[in-house]
């Protein structure tokens, strides 16, 4: 239990205490209650704040701060709807959003993913929170009904719309053969746990094997999982002679000799960071072929550079290459998505150069 988790926490004690106020019938008592949500509701942008600063995000946090905003704000207006101030049938909507991706965060926990809250989500909750402020003021303050109307209904729209987002964005876990081409990740432990080797993985192997060629990797935003689908491959040890997990610019200045200068131009995430990557990894273990990821992988985006955007360079003896792609999946879907690209390029350069070797 950490700072963040804990202003979480405390979203889920101010319910009663909203409900009794709300409920209760004293001078000021709307006023009061309207204060008491909107100081409560702010503690939904400290917590994350907070987590991200001090590196404090966890997968408590993530699956705890959605489910606190669903619980705070349909607790208020179910009490809302007793009091006569909104219908009915807008918190059933709320309500069968909210559920939905209930279900859709848990079929994704026994996939063992978890799904965070998307930024279309975040502002949902924010119009929804602006419509119960005003719902609780109107009633002292009658001039506010048709700002609260107004309040409501853009909340709906935005309720509506990230539902559809989310069912897009995490499709895959519903129906895995609709969306991204994700698979298990690898098990390990007791006997007959093994995962099975990955197709691309199994190719790609047997055709090294085959040309004599050898392949090393620079990982950023994959935190080696290149590495891991490669060696499940029996007999990887032939071909593989290792990689580089470069989290940290200076882990990428000192092991892949990484210009710092380039780090500060073009930043972390860049075409050209990456190539110099896939050619400081090849330089460093003298393979033929090398690939380097670096990406954003989520949660958040770092500045003007979204989630999912990803850059995977291969670099061989005639020359590097990089490719962009840009994932629309949660933060365990886009590095999966990159690792399984970054395998197709590696064994597109491996049939390139295993072609040239045969002339």
Known sequence: MNLPNALTLSRLV????????????????????AALFVIVSFT?????????????????????????????????????VQEGLVAAWVVVLIFSRELLITILRSVGASQGQVI??????????????????????????????????LAVAVAIIFTIGSGIDYMWRFRY????????????????????????????????????????????????CTGGLVGALITDQPGSSAYFLGGVIAYADEVKRAQLGVPADLLARHGAVSREVAIAMADG????FGTEIAASITGIAGPDAEGAKPVGLTYIAVATARGTTCSEYRFKGDRWANRRQAADEALRLLLAAARSNAGKLAS
């Open 14 to 33: 101010a319910i009663p205490v909203l409900m009794i106020l709300l409920i209760a019938r004293f001078e000021d008592h709307d006023q009061i209650a």
């Open 44 to 80: 939904d942008t400290l917590d994350g704040q907070i987590a991200r600063r001090r590196g404090l995000v966890s997968d408590l946090g993530k699956f705890l701060d959605p489910l606190a905003d669903k619980l705070f704000v349909l607790s208020v207006l179910i009490v809302l």
């Open 116 to 149: 965070a809250a998307a930024p279309m989500g975040k502002t949902k909750t924010m119009t929804q929170m602006a419509a119960v402020v005003l719902l609780i003021l109107q009633r002292p303050y009658p001039g506010l009904v048709p700002f609260a109307e």
């Open 173 to 220: 876990v519903l129906w895995p053969a609709g969306g991204a081409n994700v698979r298990p990740a690898p098990s390990g432990g007791a006997p007959g746990s093994e995962s099975p080797v990955d197709p691309l993985a199994r190719e790609l192997g047997n055709l090294l094997t085959k040309s004599q060629l050898r392949v090393s990797v620079a990982e950023s």
């Open 281 to 284: 990894v090849r330089l460093k």
